[in-house]
Every structure is written in C-alpha cells, then in structure tokens.
C-alpha cells in the first residue's frame, strides 16, 4: 500500500505470473501509479514494404524532399566566388569540396547513418531526443512512470546486449542535471532554427529561380520578380492543406523534370567545354584550393555548404515515406543529377570565369543548417552510445571525422554572420526564448501541484463531509499532475461542495513515442472503493497523435472504464484466500519488473493500482488449463453473483454518461513569489502570462461545448 500523502514513495510487494509457479521475485512500486503487467507487450513488426509501395513513396519523395537541395546549384558557385574566381583551378579545389562534401554530409551522414536512428520511423532532431529519453531519464518533466515502459512501441528495437559505457551513458544522462539541461537546450536550438530555416528556405530558393528569369527577359524590374515570387509562394502555401500525398504526386514530376534538364545541361557543359574538371575526384585539388587562397579560401566555405542546405529534410520528413525510398530516390536521382550540374557548371566556368556571377541570384548564410548538423552529430552520437551500442572505433571516427568537418564550415559561416545574415539567428532565438519560457514555468508548476498534491486521507476526508451533495452526471477533472490528486480540488470542495456521482480526475500525458495504440491509451485508478465513484485516468498520446473531439474522448474513456470496472472486481474478489494460499498477489507477465530477493508477503489491493484498461480478464479467457493454479483463481472468481455486480456498476457508469458530463479545468495562474529575482518575475509574471494567454486552451483543443466546461481558478505562487 502506498505511503499516503507521499507523491515519490516506493515500496516493494510481491506479484506472480499464475502462469507459471507462484514463487516468482518482487518488483517495486511507485506511489503514483502500479504497474499493470497482465498486458504482453507486441512486437516490432511492420512486415516487408513492397517494392511498388516504395516505388510510389520514392515518387512522392522527389516532389517533397528535393525541391531546396535540387535547386542549390542555382547559386553555390556565385557565392563561393563572390570576387570572382582568382585561379582557374579554383574551380576544381570548389568542385572537389562540392563533390566530397555532399558526399560525406548527405550521402554518408544522413542517407545512411541518421537515417537509421529514426524514432519508429520518425526523424529529425526532436525525434532523436524522444528516442534517448526513452533509455535514459533525461526528461525535466518528472511524471515518468514504469508502466509507459509496458507500451508496445515504447522501447521498441532495443538491442539485448548491455555495455558498460552504455551504462555509463545512461547513468550521466539521468544523474547529471546539467547534461540534462544542456540536451534539451540543443534539442530546442536545433528545433527553433529548423523552423526559422524553413520560414526563409521558401522565399530564397524561388526569389533565386525566378530571379533566372532576367536572362532571357531582361527588361523585368526588381519589383516585378518580387511580386512574381510572392505570387508563386502564396500558391505553394496554399496547396499544402492538400496533404502529403498529394502535393508529392504533384510536385514530382516538376522536380524530376528539373533533375532530368539539370543533369542533361550539365553533360553537355562537360562535353562542350572542358572534361579536364573531373580532375576534382582528386582530393589534392581541395589541399592546394586553401595553400592558396588561404583565409579567402576558408571564407569560401560558406557557398560551398550551400550545395548540402535541405540535407536535415531527408531525416526530419522521414515520417511520410521510408527510408529505402528514400535511399532508391536520391541514389538514383538527385545524386547523379546534381553533381553532373555541378561538373558542367566548373566545364562552362573554366573557360568563361566572367560569368560565375550569373549562376547565382540571391542567396544569404544560412549558420542554422550547419548548427543544426552539428546538433544532430552529438545526439546521434549519444544514440550510437546507449541506444545501438557499437563498437566504441565506429563511434570514435563517427564523431571526429563530422564534427571536425563541420565545425570548419560552422566557422566560416560564422565570419560571414559577422557581417550580416542575422534574419535566421533573431529568428530562431525568439523562438528558443518562447520554448525556453514555456518549459520553465510548466516544470515549476509541475513541480509545485506535485509538492502540494492532495494526500488520500485528505481526499476521504473530503468526499465524506456531510455537506457534500451528489451531482448527476459524469465530471472529468483535468489535471496535469499524474502521481496524485491535484491541490485545486480541495479548492473546488470549498467553493462548490458538490461532486457528480462519476468523478474522473483526467491527466494528459504526452510521452516521447510518435503515437500511442488507442487499446495502450488509458491508465486508471480507483481512488476510494466506498460509496463515491472516484477514478484517476492518465490518457497517453505520442507527440504525433491529434486530440480526439470531447465526445469521443468521453466515449474512449469511459468504455475502457468498463473493461477496468470488470477486472478490478476480478482481481479484489476472494483475493485474501488466494494470499493465504499462495502467499503473494495475483497477476501476470511481471517477471521482468521483479529482483530475486525474498521480501516479507502483503497484499496489494485492487482499489491501490492503476492498470491498462483491458488487463488480466482479457488473458483469463485464452489462458484456462495452463496451470493449476490458474484453473483454481478462475473457478473461485466465476460466479453469478460477482458478474452481476460488475454489469450494475457497468451499468452505472453508462447510466450517468447519458445525464451529461462536465469538463472541469484548473485555471491556475502562476506568478513569482514577492521575494523573487526581477528576471524570475519578468519571465513568470509578464512572458509565461502572455504566452498563456495567447496560446491555444485544452477545451478548444478538444472542441468541448462551452456549456459543459466548469473552470476552477487558483493561485500559484512559484
């Protein structure tokens, strides 16, 4: 039984897989919520993709991922050579970088390695950090439970093997608060400039092309080919509600066309002018480039990173196809496609340097892309680590080889940022601020419901005042806090002394998985077994999974309530005599939780735990004759009379859902404490406020009617 009152208590009981022979070892229990093991957890198997489905997907992947990187050879020589090119073998030192740098950065790095480090077929920089918290507690939300570990996708493609410097890593990860700290202040630089780079990406790429324009129409004002790419940008904005599919089966044969016209001038150029620019496959051309150009030479890498920019949309958009589409696409596709423009482009240029202005039209650094990549090098090193646990040389090149490199590029990009291109930086701080600002206050808070939870007594105390009348109806009381009953609820006693018959108190927890089974989804508790109906529920959902509309939240939740009501009845029946007989409670599939240490027998009752909605029951019925042990707890719990209890508090529940239910919010405004420093209050009092304010509500969210939402308010003070 739980330490009342304590949010953080453990303590051990002793649980058996009646499966199997009763002597099985203890596992712990954490205050908050038990852990239902009844559930056998799936595996990991999509089945094999067929080849015409990744055929399709490579199609959509051209119109998609390749439009920013396909278009990069419209300005890398331009910027490269801003003063124009100094020695003809200039362009085979640049050539050369092109040539190994999109090789090693997009090909090696992420078509091969990150790829591979996807989230259950999610990418990108966020996906990397749900993946590492899911083997290590780096989170600085503390509402872990051990039974999110019981999810099917949850530790999904973890390797059996255990290292010691994978053990080492985790240990750092979860006992150092400034590792933690520092990760999640990565994940979120990473995650804003993304964002920033995406919002500028657009705008560069077409103002670059349609600025071509003004080769064969040469009277076309600045003006007019601004206005000629707003037009084109609020078009292509507009398509994207179409969805994915769509606007890939619509772009891609653009794009492809493009890839196809690109690869053919650039044959011809390398006919016609110079094949002697292959010679840039020998990387002494890249050593004698920078002997000679020296600083210049350094300073140049700010063009040349720009034929790898929209690299990080391989990995980031790798959700809406797969990876060996991806592979088959840009293999097959863009790789010969834009390296032949590049080659052609050094043919032309060697014989008419003059014109290396011409090949570019618009461009500016752009410092989020390298720090981005250098972002995703030290997290995908931490997934090397703890999560594939390879060999410690693969690990050791890995990291040297790219972080070296793109450090170099970081630093000439950051010469160039000294003399402007501050549009994505400013842009990608205030968004960090914004992300930063929100966190912080949200873990106060956190922190706060969870240090001043409602203890059980308290709770007992008071649903049993006398003064307390009965509402018909179901309420859901929506809470964050999921270790406990959260401090507004006493506040809400005192100025409404009511509760509806059915009170449900509803946590939203999002968990770092892509989606949750809607069958994994609810988590319950029931708080009092007397006379009152009082249930905790934690609804989990994966950071790609939408909110249901309330009324089909509603209809979720209360019919896995159901399957809860029948097998917390099952469970707590005649369960005493099985613990006389057995010495240890009843339940199944826990022999991972447990230590082989023999602790002193007690019983955990129905009424303390938190389980999955369809638990032990669900089992039962496919399990019967497996053991004797198992036959006997079945024929002791069959009876009429129990299964006519269950169906009347069924019917119950089903009965008050249909008089209405009623969405409880705590409004809680959080302030600084007066003794507080002047930044803390500025942050908590005026930016969190705003933000608060500004932002999206639970209840619209949830498209729950206005006249169904009751708001609590309350003060904290953090």
């Not at 939408?546 to 707590?572: C, H, M, P, T, W």
Request: hydrophobic residues 45%.
């Amino acid at each position: 039984m739980a330490r009342e009152g304590d949010g953080a208590g453990m303590e051990e009981i002793i649980v058996v897989d009646v499966e199997r022979e009763l002597d099985v070892p203890p596992v712990q229990r954490q205050d908050s919520l038990y852990v239902d093991a009844t559930r056998a957890a799936r595996g990991n198997h999509h089945g094999q993709e067929s080849w015409a489905k990744t055929l399709r997907l490579a199609f959509q992947c051209v119109g998609i991922l390749y439009g920013d990187i396909g278009t990069s050879p419209l300005f890398v020589y331009s910027s490269t050579f801003r003063d124009g090119v100094g020695h003809p073998d200039d362009l085979l030192g640049a050539l050369s970088l092109i040539i190994y740098s999109f090789l090693l950065f997009t090909v090696i790095k992420y078509v091969y390695i990150a790829l591979r480090a996807n989230d259950d077929g999610d990418g990108g920089t966020f996906a990397l950090y749900t993946l590492i918290s899911r083997h290590a507690r780096v989170s600085l939300i503390p509402n872990q439970q051990a039974e999110d570990e019981l999810i099917a996708k949850y530790n999904r493609g973890k390797p059996p093997a255990t290292l010691r410097r994978a053990a080492w890593m985790k240990e750092l990860l979860e006992t150092n608060k400034t590792v933690k700290i520092s990760i999640f202040l990565l994940t979120i630089l990473a995650t804003a400039m993304v964002i920033s780079d995406a919002v500028l990406t657009p705008a560069i790429s077409v103002l670059s092309a349609v600025g071509g324009l003004r080769e064969k129409v040469p009277y076309l004002t600045t003006d007019e080919i601004v206005w000629i790419t707003v037009g084109i940008l609020v078009f292509l904005f507009a398509i994207q509600r179409f969805g994915t599919d769509k606007v890939g089966y619509l772009f891609a044969p653009i794009i492809l066309l493009w890839l196809v016209l690109i690869a053919g001038v650039g044959v011809y150029n390398l006919i016609k002018y110079d094949t002697g620019v292959l010679r840039a496959f020998n990387l002494k051309y890249i050593i004698d480039y920078f002997q000679r150009n020296k600083k210049k030479g350094w300073v140049s890498l700010g063009g040349i990173l720009l034929c790898f920019t929209g690299t990080e949309a391989l990995f980031s958009d790798l959700g809406y196809f797969s990876i060996r589409s991806i592979q088959l696409s840009f293999g097959f596709g863009l790789v010969p496609s834009v390296l032949l423009a590049y080659i052609g482009q050094a043919a032309y240029l060697r014989l008419h340097p003059e014109d290396v202005a011409n090949t570019f039209y618009r461009s500016t650094p752009r410092i989020c892309v390298v720090l981005v990549m250098i972002i995703t090098t030290l997290l995908l090193t931490i997934v090397m680590l703890l999560v594939w646990k390879i060999s410690i040389w693969c690990i050791v090149l890995f990291f040297i080889v790219f972080m070296s490199s793109e450090s170099i590029y970081l630093s000439a990009i950051l010469y160039r940022f000294a003399h402007g291109a501050y549009v994505p930086v400013a842009m990608s701080a205030v968004l960090m601020v914004v992300m930063i600002v929100w966190h912080y206050v949200h873990v106060k808070r956190y922190n706060f419901e969870l240090e001043n939870s409602v203890p059980r007594d308290k709770v007992k105390e008071l649903l049993g005042r006398r003064d307390i009348k009965r509402v018909p109806g179901i309420g859901l009381f929506y809470s964050e806090l999921v270790q406990g009953i959260p401090p507004v609820f006493p506040h809400l006693i005192d100025k409404i002394p009511s509760i509806h018959s059915v009170l449900i108190f509803v946590s939203i927890k999002h968990l770092p998985i892509p989606s949750v089974d809607i069958s994994e989804r609810f988590l319950f508790r029931q708080v009092d077994r007397e006379d009152y109906k009082v249930f905790q529920c934690v609804a989990r959902y994966g950071y790609q999974d939408a909110f249901e509309e309330g009324k089909d939240f509603v209809a979720g939740l209360v019919e896995r309530l159901q399957y809860y009501i029948r097998d917390v009845n099952l469970y707590s029946v005649d369960c005493e005599a099985m613990m006389m007989k057995s010495s240890s409670y009843c339940s199944s599939h826990v022999e991972s939780f447990g230590s082989h240490e023999k602790p002193s027998v007690r019983a955990v009752y129905a009424e303390e735990m938190i389980t999955p909605a369809e638990s032990f029951s669900e089992h039962a019925m496919h399990a019967s004759g497996k053991s004797k042990h198992f036959s006997q707890f079945q024929e002791g719990k069959m009876n009429i009379e129990d299964m006519m209890k269950i169906q009347q508090e069924q019917q119950f529940i089903l009965g008050e859902m249909n008089k209405g239910v009623v969405y409880i919010f705590g409004e809680s405004e959080v302030v600084a404490r007066p003794h507080s420093s002047f930044l803390k209050k500025v942050v908590v009092n005026y930016l969190y406020s705003f933000l608060r304010k500004n932002f999206r509500n639970g209840e619209k969210m949830m498209s729950i009617p206005r006249s169904q939402i009751l708001k609590v308010g309350i003060s904290y003070e953090i």
